[in-house]
């Protein structure tokens, strides 16, 4: 394979993997550190510790002495659920790309993270850690394992065909320990016939393994140490996400070259947030431990079934896969795990109801029910047929899951709880990415007894969600040392005349220079701000009629006119010429000594700039022509699921690092209603949507469905009552959502009206701080991370000068616009140029509007894996359904370019793309059943949904 520049290899590795920014930032730091030892057989270790020393030593985020080992190793200790596997294919990868190694060793603590790994390095794995990655699309790396190395497939170090390969050795650290039991040595030590020596000394010869040590702080022990020294890699690469090795001496690395903690995956959302639960109110003293314990375990339970319909919920509202929680509960020993077990199935508990769904987890369960646990644990975020798992202490490393919600630790300290060990066992997102639903995004610990403790503890600067934070000022710091500037973007026919009437008051020596050049690089010298093309006229008194024209008179023509094109028109621009004439009758001086023909000189120029440079976007208003007619059909509703418990008192969670407090609580107090429907009933009618004397029948049909499912589960009309009061919000809200999806609505008429035939291009701001902050739009940054901090410039097609990319899609599908032929004008619209508004009402700007030779068109990048999301469904129908509008609203008499949306995937954003076949391959046609529901009549354009308001 041929080698890749090492710059260009971490910016494609990043791109990618869409690697996150602390793995980002990882795979940076090991470019550095190759680039500064060099790593070899050959390495001078003393040499390279010092290097290594001089630049991570005083990183506010490392901890580098030494390496710990006799070859070069370095730590990377990111915290739990923030991905350092994909980190390990990242550094193999780049390693591989540069020419650095072919020969991986990963090592596994444990059998649980040796079948993970082993798992997630299949190309067939929905996690393979190489997707993406072009070196090993065509051939996969070979992967050698405990289980097949003696087959000699990593000494031929080749596929099928003979092509060579990168080879990744996966191994449980208990396959190469020197010391095992008997005095034998470990097969991998033995001698093999096919190489006349054992594949362990093989591996150790090499002079390219690197070695990778999935959580490290397990190998820090005399046996596994002096294993991994024999193997003799050139370099070292551990990840953990507690960088101190275990046992009572525990003790700091001191190789940590990147730090990313706990509180830091909190911040940028990459984990849940972690919460502790209590009752309001309640005195865990006032009880008998027993009687706490069931305290906890029943309110960990109905913490539980909370979650548990929020989650339906969620996922009915946003088209997502279904979540089925569980709650773990954490024992003191077997013993006690299995009281707690025989107790949870009982009938005293919940009369039975989770009989069957729990399984108990220590060493010293055997035989069938063992194998049986451990299936379903294995099992346990597909079947859903478990709600409880008991465990003593701590599971195994790496038994992460992303459905735990809920943690009852019973007999446990503050400090056992608040660890990363115990809360790294669900943090977890369920979705990858934070939902902005508390309740999906949040991992609750249910600890009466420790609750004010656990919240101070959190807070200490070593705490689980606060550290001592540091700011740095200056050049590649949070803050930089230059002075915040802030840069006004006007369209490029208004800074055309912006900068000719500068250069007029600039010759007259005029004082107000900076008032009216805002935005004009004349005050901005040091940002290099880019200029316009000159305007035709210079003396002020024709800029005064050119800023007249442009500013007063242009967005009232805009209205009586049918087409942008209509500004050629001779007639048009006398019109304009003598209304700003008219216009400057308030303008001190000037009228004095502009003539007719000179006005009409200077309108007929602006107006041809205008209409070279602008993008004609028409301004719509649609009107409702009568009344919203909607209502409910009655259906089943799905309760299945639904297992609320009574509710005695009101639970507290609270969020430990943000702190805000949620109550889950009856509606104590007041009257106590005669029928149970109506502590749903009531809530129901809270939502504007629901016309009490519309929709009671149904309202009082769906709620004595809950009703009736309730007390089936529970004989006694208090114990129903008690759920209801307790849960009516929850369930009243789950209700809705089911409701919508049985909604009928009549038929709505709305009159759409176009305002005017064009619109004024409206300047744009962005921040202009840091050094170098103007930078060629055809220059990615060196860290796409930092795309957004930059202001591209160098444009001849936009409409603006300036433009501000959110990814580097963006960036590249700019080049395309800026190189195709058939390409007029393009921008990227600001906030309020045109506004789309999808069903739910929300805002809609999207990436870019372009004007071809025959087409204009709306475009929108997004990522691959976000094409199917509903909220940029549910946008790119609104937008596909403006354009439609758009086209109908001219009329038959106006001829104009016709309107497309494109929703293009980043992966067609390539250098080779054309608009045309973008605009092929990605158009999106107005969804049917919009079409069906809006006409044409007499009086113009009518749609029956409110997909679309423009203004």
Same mark, same amino acid.
């Given at each position: 394979?041929?080698?890749?520049?090492?710059?260009?290899?971490?910016?494609?590795?990043?791109?990618?993997l869409?690697?996150?920014?602390?793995?980002?930032?990882?795979?940076?730091?090991?470019?550095?550190i190759?680039?500064?030892i060099?790593?070899?057989?050959?390495?001078?270790?003393?040499?390279?510790?010092?290097?290594?020393?001089?630049?991570?030593?005083?990183?506010?985020?490392?901890?580098?002495?030494?390496?710990?080992?006799?070859?070069?190793?370095?730590?990377?200790?990111?915290?739990t659920?923030?991905?350092?596997?994909?980190?390990?294919?990242?550094?193999?990868?780049?390693?591989?790309?540069?020419?650095?190694?072919?020969?991986?060793?990963?090592?596994?603590?444990?059998?649980?993270?040796?079948?993970?790994?082993l798992a997630?390095?299949?190309?067939?794995?929905?996690?393979?850690?190489?997707r993406?990655i072009?070196?090993?699309?065509?051939?996969?790396?070979?992967?050698?394992?405990?289980?097949?190395?003696?087959e000699?497939?990593?000494?031929?170090?080749?596929?099928?065909?003979?092509?060579?390969?990168?080879?990744?050795?996966?191994?449980?650290?208990?396959k190469?320990?020197?010391?095992?039991?008997?005095?034998?040595?470990?097969?991998?030590?033995?001698?093999?016939?096919?190489?006349?020596?054992?594949?362990?000394a093989y591996l150790?010869?090499?002079?390219?393994?690197?070695?990778?040590?999935?959580?490290a702080?397990?190998?820090?022990?005399s046996?596994?140490?002096?294993?991994?020294?024999?193997?003799?890699?050139?370099?070292?690469?551990?990840?953990?996400?507690?960088?101190?090795?275990?046992?009572?001496?525990?003790?700091?690395?001191?190789?940590?070259?990147?730090?990313?903690?706990?509180?830091?995956?909190?911040?940028d959302?990459?984990?849940?947030?972690?919460?502790?639960?209590?009752?309001?109110?309640?005195?865990?003293?006032?009880?008998?431990e027993?009687?706490?314990?069931?305290?906890?375990?029943?309110?960990g339970?109905?913490?539980?079934?909370?979650?548990?319909?929020?989650?339906?919920?969620?996922?009915?509202?946003?088209?997502?896969?279904?979540?089925?929680?569980?709650?773990?509960?954490?024992?003191?020993?077997?013993?006690?795990?299995?009281?707690?077990?025989?107790?949870?199935?009982?009938?005293q508990?919940?009369?039975?109801?989770?009989?069957?769904?729990?399984i108990?987890?220590h060493?010293?369960?055997?035989?069938?029910?063992?194998?049986?646990?451990?299936?379903?644990?294995?099992?346990?975020?597909?079947?859903?047929?478990?709600?409880?798992?008991?465990?003593?202490?701590?599971?195994?490393?790496?038994?992460?899951?992303?459905?735990?919600?809920?943690?009852?630790?019973?007999?446990?300290?503050?400090?056992?709880?608040?660890?990363e060990?115990?809360?790294g066992?669900?943090l977890?997102?369920?979705y990858?990415?934070?939902?902005?639903?508390?309740?999906?995004?949040?991992?609750?610990?249910?600890?009466?007894?420790?609750?004010?403790?656990?919240?101070?503890?959190?807070?200490?600067?070593?705490?689980?969600?606060?550290?001592?934070?540091?700011?740095?000022?200056?050049?590649?710091?949070?803050?930089?040392?230059?002075?915040?500037?802030?840069?006004?973007?006007?369209?490029l026919?208004?800074?055309?005349?912006?900068q000719?009437?500068?250069?007029?008051?600039?010759a007259?020596?005029?004082?107000?220079?900076?008032?009216?050049?805002?935005?004009?690089?004349?005050?901005?010298?040091?940002?290099?701000?880019?200029?316009?093309?000159?305007?035709?006229?210079?003396?002020?008194?024709?800029?005064?009629?050119?800023?007249?024209?442009?500013?007063?008179?242009?967005?009232?023509?805009?209205?009586?006119?049918?087409?942008?094109?209509?500004?050629?028109?001779?007639?048009?621009?006398?019109?304009?010429?003598?209304?700003?004439?008219?216009?400057?009758?308030?303008?001190?001086?000037?009228?004095?000594?502009?003539?007719?023909e000179?006005?009409?000189?200077?309108?007929?120029?602006?107006?041809?700039?205008?209409?070279?440079?602008?993008?004609?976007?028409?301004?719509?208003?649609?009107?409702?022509?009568?009344h919203?007619?909607?209502?409910?059909?009655?259906?089943?509703?799905?309760?299945?699921?639904?297992?609320?418990?009574p509710?005695?008192?009101?639970?507290?969670?609270?969020i430990?690092?943000?702190?805000?407090?949620?109550?889950?609580?009856?509606?104590?107090?007041?009257?106590?209603?005669?029928?149970?429907?109506?502590?749903?009933?009531?809530?129901l009618?809270?939502?504007?949507?629901?016309?009490?004397?519309a929709?009671?029948?149904i309202? $009082?049909?769906? =709620?004595?469905?809950?009703?009736?499912?309730f !007390?089936?589960?529970? #004989?006694?009309? /208090? &114990?129903?009552? *008690?759920?209801?009061?307790?849960h009516?919000r929850?369930?009243?809200?789950?209700?809705?959502?089911?409701?919508?999806?049985?909604?009928?609505?009549?038929?709505?008429?709305?009159?759409?009206?176009?305002?005017s035939?064009?619109?004024?291009?409206?300047?744009?701001?962005?921040?202009?701080?840091?050094k170098?902050?103007?930078?060629?739009?055809?220059?990615?940054?060196?860290?796409l991370?930092?795309?957004?901090?930059?202001?591209?410039?160098?444009?001849?097609?936009?409409? $603006?000068?300036? =433009?501000?990319?959110?990814s580097?899609?963006? !960036?590249?599908?700019? #080049?395309?616009? /800026? &190189?195709?032929? *058939?390409?007029?004008?393009?921008?990227?619209?600001?906030?309020?140029?045109?506004?789309?508004?999808?069903?739910?009402?929300?805002?809609?700007?999207?990436?870019?509007?372009?004007?071809t030779?025959?087409?204009?068109?709306?475009?929108?990048?997004?990522?691959?894996?976000?094409?199917?999301?509903?909220?940029?469904?549910?946008?790119?129908?609104?937008?596909?359904?403006?354009?439609?509008?758009?086209?109908?609203?001219?009329?038959?008499?106006v001829?104009?370019?016709p309107?497309?949306?494109?929703l293009v995937?980043?992966?067609?954003?390539?250098?080779?793309?054309?608009?045309?076949?973008?605009?092929?391959?990605?158009?999106?046609?107005?969804?049917?059943?919009?079409?069906?529901?809006?006409?044409?009549?007499?009086e113009?354009?009518?749609?029956?949904v409110g997909?679309?308001?423009?203004?």
């Open positions: 394979m041929q080698t890749v520049d090492p710059k260009r290899a971490v910016v494609q590795i990043t791109q990618r869409s690697l996150r920014k602390p793995q980002a930032e990882a795979l940076r730091r090991l470019d550095d190759v680039d500064l060099a790593p070899s057989k050959d390495t001078d270790v003393e040499a390279a510790r010092d290097a290594v020393r001089a630049v991570y030593g005083p990183m506010p985020d490392a901890r580098f002495e030494e390496f710990e080992r006799d070859f070069p190793s370095i730590c990377f200790a990111l915290a659920g923030v991905g350092k596997t994909r980190l390990m294919g990242a550094f193999i990868s780049y390693l591989y790309m540069i020419g650095k190694s072919r020969n991986f060793f990963v090592l596994a603590p444990n059998l649980t993270i040796y079948e993970k790994l997630d390095f299949q190309p067939t794995s929905p996690k393979y850690v190489f993406g072009e070196a090993f699309a065509h051939q996969a790396p070979l992967i050698v394992n405990a289980e097949n190395y003696e000699g497939r990593g000494v031929r170090g080749t596929d099928l065909f003979g092509r060579e390969g990168v080879i990744i050795n996966i191994f449980n650290i208990s190469i320990n020197s010391e095992v039991r008997g005095g034998k040595s470990p097969r991998i030590k033995r001698l093999q016939e096919y190489i006349g020596d054992s594949y362990f150790s010869g090499l002079d390219d393994l690197v070695l990778l040590m999935d959580e702080h397990r190998y820090r022990a046996a596994g140490a002096k294993a991994i020294a024999e193997l003799k890699p050139i370099l070292g690469l551990e990840v953990t996400a507690t960088p101190k090795s275990v046992g009572a001496k525990s003790a700091e690395f001191k190789n940590v070259v990147y730090r990313y903690d706990l509180p830091d995956a909190m911040e959302g990459y984990v849940k947030e972690p919460a502790v639960g209590t009752r309001a109110n309640f005195n865990p003293k006032s009880v008998d027993p009687t706490l314990e069931r305290i906890k375990l029943e309110d339970v109905n913490y539980h079934e909370h979650v548990r319909v929020a989650l339906e919920t969620y996922a009915l509202q946003h088209q997502a896969p279904v979540v089925r929680p569980f709650m773990l509960v954490v024992t003191q020993d077997t013993t006690h795990a299995r009281q707690v077990n025989e107790f949870v199935q009982s009938d508990f919940f009369d039975g109801r989770y009989k069957g769904r729990v108990e987890i060493s010293k369960l055997t035989g069938e029910e063992s194998d049986e646990n451990a299936q379903r644990l294995l099992n346990i975020e597909k079947s859903g047929d478990t709600d409880i798992v008991i465990h003593v202490n701590k599971l195994k490393e790496g038994w992460d899951v992303t459905n735990l919600f809920t943690i009852v630790p019973l007999r446990a300290s503050a400090s056992e709880i608040l660890t060990q115990t809360l066992r669900g977890r997102l369920p990858g990415k934070r939902t902005g639903v508390e309740v999906v995004d949040t991992l609750t610990v249910i600890a009466h007894e420790r609750f004010n403790e656990l919240i101070e503890k959190a807070k200490e600067e070593n705490g689980v969600t606060r550290k001592l934070k540091t700011v740095t000022i200056g050049e590649g710091g949070d803050v930089p040392a230059s002075k915040p500037v802030m840069v006004t973007a006007p369209s026919v208004e800074q055309m005349v912006l000719a009437e500068a250069g007029a008051l600039a007259t020596s005029a004082p107000a220079v900076s008032a009216v050049t805002d935005g004009v690089a004349a005050i901005q010298p040091k940002l290099q701000t880019p200029t316009a093309p000159p305007f035709k006229y210079s003396k002020p008194e024709e800029i005064g009629i050119a800023r007249t024209v442009l500013n007063v008179v242009l967005p009232q023509i805009s209205k009586q006119v049918a087409s942008i094109k209509d500004l050629e028109d001779p007639k048009v621009v006398r019109r304009i010429a003598e209304a700003a004439m008219a216009a400057q009758k308030f303008e001190d001086g000037l009228l004095s000594t502009v003539t007719a000179q006005a009409n000189a200077v309108a007929a120029e602006v107006c041809k700039q205008f209409v070279q440079r602008t993008i004609a976007i028409p301004m719509l208003t649609i009107t409702p022509e009568q919203v007619s909607f209502g409910f059909r009655r259906f089943d509703v799905d309760l299945k699921s639904w297992n609320y418990q509710l005695s008192r009101e639970l507290l969670i609270q430990l690092r943000t702190e805000e407090r949620t109550v889950i609580s009856g509606d104590a107090g007041g009257e106590t209603p005669s029928r149970l429907e109506d502590y749903i009933v009531a809530k009618i809270d939502v504007p949507e629901i016309d009490y004397d929709h009671a029948d309202l $009082y049909d769906l =709620a004595g469905q809950v009703v009736a499912h !007390r089936a589960k529970h #004989t006694d009309d /208090e &114990q129903v009552r *008690s759920i209801l009061q307790g009516a929850q369930i009243a809200e789950a209700l809705v959502v089911q409701m919508k999806h049985h909604m009928w609505r009549e038929q709505t008429n709305y009159r759409v009206t176009r305002v035939a064009f619109d004024q291009l409206k300047p744009q701001t962005f921040d202009g701080s840091g170098d902050a103007m930078r060629d739009y055809r220059n990615p940054p060196e860290r991370s930092d795309m957004k901090r930059f202001i591209f410039v160098g444009f001849e097609k936009s409409c $603006y000068n300036m =433009a501000k990319f959110d580097d899609p963006e !960036r590249r599908m700019a #080049t395309i616009l /800026e &190189q195709d032929p *058939s390409v007029l004008l393009w921008m990227k619209p600001g906030p309020n140029q045109f506004k789309i508004y999808d069903e739910d009402n929300a805002p809609y700007q999207p990436d870019f509007v372009v004007e030779a025959t087409d204009k068109l709306i475009i929108e990048t997004k990522r691959a894996s976000e094409m199917t999301n509903p909220l940029v469904v549910r946008k790119a129908d609104a937008a596909a359904l403006w354009c439609h509008i758009a086209n109908r609203a001219h009329g038959e008499s001829v104009e370019k309107w497309s949306y494109l995937s980043e992966t067609a954003v390539l250098p080779n793309a054309t608009v045309n076949g973008l605009a092929a391959a990605h158009t999106r046609s107005v969804d049917a059943d919009l079409l069906s529901r809006y006409s044409l009549n007499e113009g354009l009518s749609t029956a997909a679309v308001q423009t203004a």
